[in-house]
């Protein structure tokens, strides 16, 4: 299988080599979850509410993934920085704690989950006749979470390899089987949200299983669990991986935490129709995200590796690269969301009073959505170039301490009701983004300068 180069490839090449598997890969995941939306609005007479029932399974799921994410995303620069660094045995050290983590992470959500499945859906603010619905569903995906995890934490270590296309078929073949499982268990098997359910458990065990051979036999450096023996010197790099994984850890969480904030406000404000609203707008931000977040992980290894190789122009000119093809993408797709909102929206649903509300709550949340590029390269380039306080500090910023308190603020205290809640999101996005990207270039750029001396 055809492997990359970051040393010597050209930064475009390399970015674009890594990033276009990784957006195919990407596109491709978002099926799990979209394609679940898809169908379960479909169902005849429960459509609408079944498809808000679910969305406020949403927070569990973005719990589960970002715990995948804190090993996984981690792991992964560090990883690379030690391949740059020459020093393969540490880099398999990395993967394997990663690994050994993500397993044990795994048993406790389940079990966690469920222990205390109705107690934490009725936090989240669902109610008894939501609860018909997203309690089955939330307990039938519980049990994916490890091959969940392992699917979405472990493919990263495949991609840092090189082996970008590899990467691209764990998630196909999910997506794959969860489009041909979906309309079979919810409509031809009659079974309904439980169906989706199923469909995605199955999808993600196919995806756990090609990550798990891929990493055991085809790539260079192969994954374990630690030996026991191995555990106590396991401790350091373990808080390494812990701490740089942390900031898109906390940014994901912080997700799930707005999730529930805005839910509640808006069941308050705007009733059950807009716990439908907010998941479409999720789904639509899920969407147009996905490109973004492939140019981010695409030129993550390429950032890393280069920096413990200690190639500063090489760094510098990946952040260039990274910039100008995610400002390229945003503007296009700004563009579509502000003046054609509805050809998105009827991808969710064919409800027309849930298309009237969607379509200017879709364009107040969206803003600003430009300046968010500003927060995602400040975020991947601290990430990987191992800046963990400053990656954590403005993951924390934007959601806890800019996004949360504006939706109460501008929902109650300006008395804004449900616009509150969706313009909360771009004004966080001018000023987290802004904040973050200045940061950046005030601290990396000099320190790249005192490298290029250095040499």
């Known amino acids: 299988?055809?492997?990359?180069?970051?040393?010597?490839?050209?930064?475009?090449?390399?970015?674009?080599?890594?990033?276009?598997?990784?957006?195919?890969?990407?596109?491709?995941?978002?099926?799990?979850?979209?394609?679940?939306?898809?169908?379960?609005?479909?169902?005849?007479?429960?459509?609408?509410?079944?498809?808000?029932?679910?969305?406020?399974?949403?927070?569990?799921?973005?719990?589960?993934?970002?715990?995948?994410?804190?090993?996984?995303?981690?792991?992964?620069?560090?990883?690379?920085?030690?391949?740059?660094?020459k020093e393969e045995d540490n880099a398999s050290h990395v993967m394997n704690t990663s690994f050994s983590m993500l397993c044990a992470c795994a048993v406790v959500l389940m079990g966690i989950g469920f222990l205390f499945a109705r107690p934490i859906l009725t936090l989240f603010g669902t109610s008894e006749s939501a609860m018909v619905y997203a309690y089955p569903y939330m307990m039938i995906y519980l049990l994916g979470t490890w091959p969940a995890m392992v699917a979405v934490g472990m493919n990263p270590f495949i991609t840092a390899q090189g082996y970008s296309i590899a990467g691209m078929?764990?998630?196909?073949?999910?997506?794959?089987?969860?489009?041909?499982?979906?309309?079979?268990?919810?409509?031809?098997?009659?079974?309904?949200?439980?169906?989706?359910?199923?469909?995605?458990?199955?999808?993600?065990?196919?995806?756990?299983?090609?990550?798990?051979?891929?990493?055991?036999?085809?790539?260079?450096?192969?994954?374990?669990?630690?030996?026991?023996?191995?555990m106590t010197a396991s401790k350091e790099c373990a808080k390494n991986i812990v701490g740089l994984g942390m900031a898109g850890f906390i940014m994901q969480v912080t997700n799930g935490l707005v999730t529930i904030c805005c839910n509640h406000v808006l069941?308050?404000?705007?009733?059950?129709?807009?716990?439908?609203?907010?998941?479409?707008?999720?789904?639509?931000?899920?969407?147009?995200?996905?490109?973004?977040?492939?140019?981010?992980?695409?030129?993550?290894?390429?950032?890393?590796?280069?920096?413990?190789?200690?190639?500063?122009?090489?760094?510098?000119?990946?952040?260039?690269?990274?910039?100008?093809?995610?400002?390229?993408?945003?503007?296009?797709?700004?563009?579509?969301?502000?003046?054609?909102?509805?050809?998105?929206?009827?991808?969710?649903?064919?409800?027309?009073?849930?298309?009237?509300?969607?379509?200017?709550?879709l364009n107040q949340y969206f803003a600003a959505f430009i300046f968010m590029n500003l927060q995602y390269i400040g975020q991947t380039t601290f990430k990987s170039l191992n800046k963990k306080k400053q990656a954590i500090f403005f993951s924390l910023l934007r959601k806890v301490f800019i996004v949360v308190p504006l939706t109460y603020i501008m929902a109650y205290a300006m008395k804004m009701g449900t616009d509150g809640v969706f313009l909360a999101e771009p004004v966080s996005n001018v000023i987290g983004g802004s904040l973050c990207f200045i940061t950046m270039l005030r601290m990396i750029l000099p320190e790249l300068r005192r490298m290029e001396v250095a040499s």
């Not at 997506?175 to 309309?183: E, R, S, T």
């Not at 579509?336 to 509805?342: A, D």
Request: glycine share 8%; net charge positive.
């Open 169 to 230: 078929f764990s998630v196909a073949i999910g997506a794959v089987f969860n489009l041909l499982l979906d309309p079979l268990f919810i409509f031809v098997f009659g079974l309904g949200v439980q169906g989706a359910a199923i469909a995605t458990v199955i999808s993600q065990s196919m995806s756990a299983l090609f990550v798990l051979i891929f990493l055991t036999r085809k790539s260079e450096i192969k994954v374990r669990l630690l030996r026991k023996n191995e």
């Open 267 to 361: 069941s308050v404000t705007g009733g059950d129709i807009y716990i439908s609203v907010m998941t479409i707008v999720s789904s639509v931000r899920q969407l147009v995200e996905t490109p973004i977040h492939a140019i981010t992980e695409g030129a993550s290894p390429i950032l890393s590796y280069n920096y413990g190789a200690r190639r500063p122009a090489r760094v510098r000119k990946s952040c260039v690269v990274m910039g100008i093809m995610m400002f390229s993408y945003t503007a296009v797709m700004w563009s579509v969301i502000i003046l054609i909102p509805g050809t998105l929206i009827r991808v969710f649903t064919s409800d027309a009073a849930l298309m009237s509300d969607s379509i200017p709550a």
């Open 1 to 85: 299988m055809k492997k990359l180069d970051f040393e010597n490839g050209t930064i475009t090449g390399n970015i674009l080599g890594t990033a276009m598997p990784m957006l195919v890969a990407q596109i491709l995941n978002l099926l799990y979850n979209i394609v679940d939306r898809i169908y379960i609005a479909r169902i005849p007479d429960v459509g609408t509410k079944a498809l808000g029932a679910v969305g406020l399974c949403f927070p569990v799921i973005i719990i589960i993934t970002a715990f995948a994410n804190l090993f996984g995303g981690g792991g992964a620069p560090l990883f690379s920085i030690y391949r740059g660094k």
